[in-house]
């Protein structure tokens, strides 16, 4: 079953500090993921200043905005999809990811149509 680990990082730790993951870090993860057989996809997402947001009002006005620029400690950092037999190994996997040491990994199953 295919599972998408979606990479929320913090911004700064709790002492204004970057996060502590190096991109040692994440190679190693990365590489981990493919030599097991699991890698189906992923994506690390440039820096939040590039990012924007595109709304549509009931009267189909769309209105773009740099940002977001929301109020959070986290920031969407990237993704993988991964193909494994169930939740319990998809939650082993995002456990190793380096991003769930300085900030979470929110597991989804991905919809199989």
Do not use: Q
Not at 20 to 26: E, I, Q, S, Y
Not at 56 to 68: I, M, Q
């Amino acid at each position: 079953m295919k599972y998408l680990l979606l990479i929320n990082a913090d911004a700064v730790d709790e002492a204004g500090k970057p996060p502590a993951c190096t991109p040692a870090d994440w190679m190693a993860y990365d590489k981990e993921v493919k030599e097991a057989g699991i890698f189906v996809s992923g994506e690390s997402l440039a820096d939040l200043v590039t990012a924007t947001t595109v709304r549509v009002d009931a009267g189909g006005k769309r209105t773009v905005t740099d940002g977001p620029f929301a109020e959070t400690r986290e920031v969407l950092g990237g993704f993988y999809v991964i193909d494994v037999p169930d939740l319990d190994a998809a939650l082993d996997w995002a456990a190793r990811c380096p991003g769930a040491r300085d900030g979470s990994i929110t597991v989804r199953p991905v919809a199989d149509f």
